[in-house]
């Protein structure tokens, strides 16, 4: 069974049961500190650029690896995205496989070596920067502006997978969505890398007139972050009056469906999901089921293609 992240993970200090966990932290601890000196070998037949995350989740990874995708594409580079075959993420393979050339198997390892036999220029890997065996030509790592680092804690303490002074082996930082703080994330992310090159980017609706704003809407999503979800419907004037929040990659029932549609039929509202947790619903509920397609809009494009390209 798959469980909702902990809201306490989010609030922007640990609170008491934060530190009652942290004793929990310390196989990721000790595996963070031996990681540092694994030898990981780069590819020298083919470039690869990694999309990852810090923060556990909910970061916006997939649709940044697309949009890169989409961006080296109209470059004219032979690009494929890689995804690593996880049994409870088949909603981000359906996504990445309609919108990319998607490469899936068991290691990453084994997706470089398909995609230099297939003739690929540039591999994308959406996550990875944990992974034990290879090193990327280019390290990328998203977060969402509003939650940032959470508490700043490491699992299960806290949302990270890596403390925030990791920050020093990636080449970008992607900050999605809005937020009062950025001054105060951009001067802590360059006191830990000078260097590093940071981009805001935010989601534009693309099929926003086939909708009546004068609805009512019921929705439902099993994402990593789902506010964000309801933030960019209630920024286009969505009336949303109701809201049905599940776990990340979750996997719908009927039954969980069948409810949702009664709730709806009951109370006069329209139903609304993501792109992604559309892709796993059964042909039979999608007539009365409809779903928001977004782009990644990015700050300074021009920048990011500069640092993609060089």
Partial sequence: MKLKKPSFWDLTRPNFLSYLLIPFSLPIILKNFLFQFLKKNKSSNIKTICVGNIYLGGTGKTPLTIKISQILKDKG??????????????????????????????????????????????????????????????????FKSKIWIGNGQLIPAGPMREKISSLKRFDAVFLNGSSDNFEKIEKQIKSINLDIKIFKTFYKILNIEIYNLDSKYLIFSGIGDPSSFKDILVENKFNVVKEIIFPDHYEYSLDDLEKIQYIAKNENLKIMTTEKDYMKIPSKFKKEIKFLTIDLIIQNEKKLIELLTQ
């Fill in 77 to 142: 580079i032979k690009v494929a995205t890689i995804k690593k075959n996880y049994s409870n993420q088949k909603d981000e393979q359906l996504l990445l496989k309609q919108k990319t050339s998607l490469i899936i198997t068991d290691s990453r390892k084994d997706a470089i070596t398909k995609g230099v036999n297939e003739k690929y220029d540039i591999l994308v890997f959406d996550d990875g920067l944990q992974d034990k065996k290879i090193d990327f030509d280019i390290k990328l790592v998203c």
